[in-house]
């Protein structure tokens, strides 16, 4: 199945949240703003709000400062019925180029301050995660050193189960705190399925932070850890150029590398419009140029997958999300050029 069937198969926003007239919904999200106290801007751009740098007109862009805040926004949008999806640094996400009309709940001003109790830490969605890993080396902390040079906040990290070199967030994850019902809830880590750039959050579901419990350690010698990891990372991944880190997941269970055998296929700076394969690492793809679309990274990654598919036999998963901008699957599904994410493809059984 294409990425694109699969999308159509797939719900981005939880199917009873029932889509108000055009009005009624900017007036909707007026209202919650003010009464929130949440700033509201339009006409933003994922292009200036993704790592990626492509990707059209977000119509509502929420940003709440506070995981009180961010909690109480997203419960008075699921009052009233109104789309919206999260946003943190937008380093792993693709989002399409038309305009995206459902609301984005940006968690970037939701960062406060890492409080250190301990061998405990305590930080918010939209805290950076590279300033985390700098801050627990420094307090003597060892448990994410790995994942030192991963850019993005710790709200992407947790969504994902971000890891590099040995480690992942969710080994180390205490309590998980999420929106439910317009209030802040304690979620341990061990209720949380932790996977392979996966895990058991659900689409609608808003993480706002999380306590981790990591272990004393030499500061210097963690500190030591983290540049080796750091400088593997710069040794092998592009870095400073519009990417949003590896593009596919590596086969499961095959320890195969899919950046290894994109290169090995040849594909290394193949390119369409304004996208290419990373001449770098192959697992990305990198973007170029005032005029680059979230199509041409789309075309490109469908043609990795087609000659994967032809060449191994293996169908590639995306690793990255795939932000459609249609709100429904068939809105979806009646615009060729529309995509959504892919989060919810385990939990439907799509994946291979
Ligand atoms: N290789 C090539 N050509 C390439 C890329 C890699 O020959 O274009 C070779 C390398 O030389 C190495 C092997 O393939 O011998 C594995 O490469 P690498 O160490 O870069 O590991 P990877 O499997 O490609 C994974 C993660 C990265 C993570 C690194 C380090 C996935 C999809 N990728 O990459 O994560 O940083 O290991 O732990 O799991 C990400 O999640 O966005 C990401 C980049």
Redesign the pocket.
């Given at each position: 199945m294409t990425s694109f069937a699969a999308a159509i198969h797939l719900e981005v926003m939880s199917e009873d949240r029932i889509m108000p007239g055009t009005e009624t919904r900017d007036a909707q999200v007026e209202e919650i703003a003010r009464v929130t106290g949440v700033r509201a801007e339009r006409g933003r751009r994922f292009a200036e709000l993704t790592s990626l740098r492509v990707g059209g007109v977000i119509d509502w862009l929420l940003l709440p400062e506070s995981e009180a805040q961010a909690a109480s926004v997203v419960g008075a949008l699921e009052d009233a019925g109104v789309a919206w999806r999260v946003l943190g640094a937008g380093s792993?996400v693709l989002a399409d180029d038309r305009e995206h009309r459902y609301v984005v709940v940006s968690m970037r001003e939701v960062k406060g301050e890492a409080r250190f109790d301990g061998e405990r830490v305590s930080v918010s969605a939209g805290f950076s995660l590279p300033r985390l890993c700098v801050e627990a080396a420094r307090q003597g902390l060892s448990g994410i050193e790995?994942l030192g040079?991963?850019p993005g906040t710790v709200g992407g990290a947790l969504w994902?189960n971000?890891?590099?070199?040995?480690h992942e967030i969710g080994e180390v994850v205490e309590t998980v705190r999420v929106a439910r019902g317009g209030k802040v809830v304690d979620v341990p880590g061990r209720e949380v399925k932790w996977d392979?750039?996966h895990t058991s959050f659900k689409e609608g579901e808003l993480l706002l932070g999380c306590t981790l419990r990591l272990k004393s350690d030499e500061p210097e010698k963690i500190k030591a850890r983290m540049d080796e990891?750091k400088g593997?990372?710069f040794a092998?991944?592009p870095h400073g150029a519009r990417s949003?880190?590896?593009?596919?997941?590596?086969p499961p269970g095959t320890g195969?590398?899919?950046?290894?055998m994109?290169?090995?296929m040849g594909m290394?700076g193949e390119r369409r419009g304004g996208a290419l394969v990373?001449p770098?690492?192959?697992?990305?793809i990198v973007t170029e140029g005032e005029g680059a679309k979230a199509a041409d990274a789309l075309a490109l990654a469908e043609e990795i997958r087609e000659r994967f598919r032809r060449e191994h036999g293996i169908e590639l998963e995306y690793?990255?999300e795939l932000w459609g901008a249609a709100t429904n699957s068939a809105e979806a599904a009646e615009g060729a050029d529309a995509f959504v994410g892919t989060k919810g493809a385990k939990e439907q059984g799509e994946e291979k």
């Amino acid at each position: 199945m294409t990425s694109f069937a699969a999308a159509i198969h797939l719900e981005v926003m939880s199917e009873d949240r029932i889509m108000p007239g055009t009005e009624t919904r900017d007036a909707q999200v007026e209202e919650i703003a003010r009464v929130t106290g949440v700033r509201a801007e339009r006409g933003r751009r994922f292009a200036e709000l993704t790592s990626l740098r492509v990707g059209g007109v977000i119509d509502w862009l929420l940003l709440p400062e506070s995981e009180a805040q961010a909690a109480s926004v997203v419960g008075a949008l699921e009052d009233a019925g109104v789309a919206w999806r999260v946003l943190g640094a937008g380093s792993n996400v693709l989002a399409d180029d038309r305009e995206h009309r459902y609301v984005v709940v940006s968690m970037r001003e939701v960062k406060g301050e890492a409080r250190f109790d301990g061998e405990r830490v305590s930080v918010s969605a939209g805290f950076s995660l590279p300033r985390l890993c700098v801050e627990a080396a420094r307090q003597g902390l060892s448990g994410i050193e790995g994942l030192g040079g991963i850019p993005g906040t710790v709200g992407g990290a947790l969504w994902m189960n971000a890891g590099a070199y040995e480690h992942e967030i969710g080994e180390v994850v205490e309590t998980v705190r999420v929106a439910r019902g317009g209030k802040v809830v304690d979620v341990p880590g061990r209720e949380v399925k932790w996977d392979y750039r996966h895990t058991s959050f659900k689409e609608g579901e808003l993480l706002l932070g999380c306590t981790l419990r990591l272990k004393s350690d030499e500061p210097e010698k963690i500190k030591a850890r983290m540049d080796e990891a750091k400088g593997k990372r710069f040794a092998t991944q592009p870095h400073g150029a519009r990417s949003a880190g590896c593009f596919f997941k590596n086969p499961p269970g095959t320890g195969f590398s899919t950046g290894k055998m994109i290169d090995e296929m040849g594909m290394k700076g193949e390119r369409r419009g304004g996208a290419l394969v990373s001449p770098v690492h192959a697992n990305f793809i990198v973007t170029e140029g005032e005029g680059a679309k979230a199509a041409d990274a789309l075309a490109l990654a469908e043609e990795i997958r087609e000659r994967f598919r032809r060449e191994h036999g293996i169908e590639l998963e995306y690793e990255v999300e795939l932000w459609g901008a249609a709100t429904n699957s068939a809105e979806a599904a009646e615009g060729a050029d529309a995509f959504v994410g892919t989060k919810g493809a385990k939990e439907q059984g799509e994946e291979k």
